[in-house]
T-cell receptor
Framework: EAGVVQSPRYKIIEKKQPVAFWCNPI?????LYWYRQNLGQGPELLIR????????DSQLPKDRFSAERLKGVDSTLKIQPAELGDSAVYLC??????????????FGPGTRLTVL | KNEVEQSPQNLTAQEGEFITINCSYS?????LHWLQQHPGGGIVSLFM???GKKKHGRLIATINIQEKHSSLHITASHPRDSAVYIC??????????FGTGTSLTVIP
């Protein structure tokens, strides 16, 4: 079975440009997470979906970041416009969503964003 | 304020050595997760603990709920164990806090 798929794996853009990341979770996983990971740091949650509903977006910088999970499957995270400080690895993870924080999360390979 | 603290930040060991990575947390948790991240790679879940101890191959994870502390042990370490090990705590409401990770290098 395929794991969590993310694309692109790498993205280099100039500041003020828009960028979008795509995530396809493991089939049947109801919960989807977007994290940002800066170098030398642990992941930080940006947004969590339960099916198609965003249930925790308190850490999402809403002035420039947006996300959607249409039909409760794939998800897209967008930044517009990108700033230098947005350079990081953006990770998508999914879980079954049956056991809350005791669920195992399965992580995608991440998208490494470099903003010049 | 960091809800999750890991130590050490960096660790270098000789192949075959016994390794311990520590995680302390300051919040009430539902579960604690140990994760492994290889350079340029994704994150893999190693253990989920809510009490006691779990063992998988050469990896052992323990948790002391009263002391809010967990340890990850690697016996007979091998260069392929070189990775970043991340402790994450799960709270009620499906909230997670992650540690900054421990970078382990095992030298042949």
């Amino acid at each position: 079975e395929a794991g969590v798929v993310q694309s692109p794996r790498y993205k280099i853009i100039e500041k003020k440009q828009p960028v979008a990341f795509w995530c396809n979770p493991i089939s049947g996983h109801n919960t989807l997470y977007w994290y940002r990971q800066n170098l030398g740091q642990g992941p930080e949650l940006l947004i969590r979906y339960e099916n198609e509903e965003a249930v925790d977006d308190s850490q999402l910088p809403k002035d420039r970041f947006s996300a959607e999970r249409l039909k409760g499957v794939d998800s897209t995270l967008k930044i517009q416009p990108a700033e230098l400080g947005d350079s990081a690895v953006y990770l998508c993870a999914s879980s079954l969503g049956l056991a809350g924080s005791t669920d195992t999360q399965y992580f995608g390979p991440g998208t490494r964003l470099t903003v010049l | 304020k960091n809800e999750v603290e890991q130590s050490p930040q960096n660790l270098t060991a000789q192949e075959g050595e016994f390794i311990t990575i520590n995680c302390s947390y300051s919040v009430g948790i539902s579960a604690l997760h140990w994760l492994q991240q290889h350079p340029g790679g994704g994150i893999v879940s190693l253990f989920m603990l809510s009490s006691g101890k779990k063992k998988h191959g050469r990896l052992i994870a323990t948790i002391n709920i009263q002391e809010k502390h967990s340890s990850l042990h690697i016996t007979a370490s091998h260069p392929r164990d070189s990775a970043v090990y991340i402790c994450a705590v799960g709270l009620a409401g499906n909230q997670f806090y992650f540690g900054t990770g421990t970078s382990l290098t095992v030298i042949p």
